[in-house]
């Protein structure tokens, strides 16, 4: 397949690209940038100059396209709720020019999605509607555009990692470094699940190949990775304390990510295995990862 993919020059798009090629597949990867550009023809992918706020530029790519694979996501956190809105839109505009063929469109979501806390998110639990959890439009508008006659499924993720990037652990390094101290909330125990971002790219493809329309899939290795282990790996590599906090006091120490924090999200990819076959491969998982993290070489 000639396959066009958004987000191609992203942590988990970097991952897809060598996927696909070396799968037998075309890769026509969405640039905005010459430095971009240039990543993409560097790794053997075509460019497609263009934005996802620029729906022209998308519905062009996916109209050349055999099948349509969206990662690119505006992570600007402080304008979360208008990013998702830019995702339904982009993915709405991706999905106009598929509607009626067997062309695929995979589109990405997250494994928080189901807002039953505690509970183990499988890939038949529906998404919270975007009114309470904005990152919902995402799968909203594939289902929306299933329902119009895509083959569109949907990739939740959960952390993604390797040594240099570890999802929103990321985040919580850099907070540990700048107060001194690693935290988690109350016992820890709460749990989020993880991947390494080598075993994502896989499950994109088959997704691709071979996902059902409507369709959820999980891209989960490590169902549920404690906080309480996480903060502690983050405290050995920075070689500071590791405290517990309160959760009245998560919002103050954590900011914006203290209302992640303290949840407890575990989630299979039980069904996802079943379904497509896909399976987590031997990559370390998130603690081998963080204690060998480039974020804490001197
Ligand atoms: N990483 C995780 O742990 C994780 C967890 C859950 C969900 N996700 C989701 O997975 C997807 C991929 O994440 P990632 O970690 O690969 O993100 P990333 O490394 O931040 O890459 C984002 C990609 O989107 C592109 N992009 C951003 N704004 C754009 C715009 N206006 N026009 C065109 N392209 C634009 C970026 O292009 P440039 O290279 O030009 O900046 C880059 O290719 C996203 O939907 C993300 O929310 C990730």
Known sequence: MRVFLTGATGFIGTAIVPELIN??????GLARSDAGAKSLRDAGAQVHRGDIEDLESLRSGAAMSDGVIHTAFNHDFSKYQANCEADRRAIEALGSVLIGSDR?????????MTARP???????????????IPRSASEEAAEAAAARGV???????????DRVKHGLVTV??????EKGVSAYVGDGRNRWPAVHVLDTAPLYRLALEKGSSGARYHAVAEEGVPLREIAEAIGRGLK???????????AGHFGWLGFFVGGDAPASSVLTQQRLGWRPTQQPGLIADLDHATAFES
Not at 118 to 132: H, I, R, Y
Not at 151 to 161: D, I, K, N, T
Not at 172 to 177: D, E, G, P, T, Y
């Open 118 to 132: 505690g509970s183990l998110a499988t890939e038949d639990d529906a998404p919270a509607p975007s009114s309470a």
């Open 240 to 250: 500071v304390p590791v405290v517990s906090k309160s959760p009245e006091e998560a």
């Open 104 to 112: 695929p469109l995979v589109v990405t979501s997250g494994t928080a």
């Open 23 to 28: 799968s037998g597949h075309q890769v026509l």
């Open 151 to 161: 083959r569109a499924s949907v990739v939740r993720l959960p952390q993604v990692h």
């Open 172 to 177: 919580l390094i850099a907070v540990a470094r």
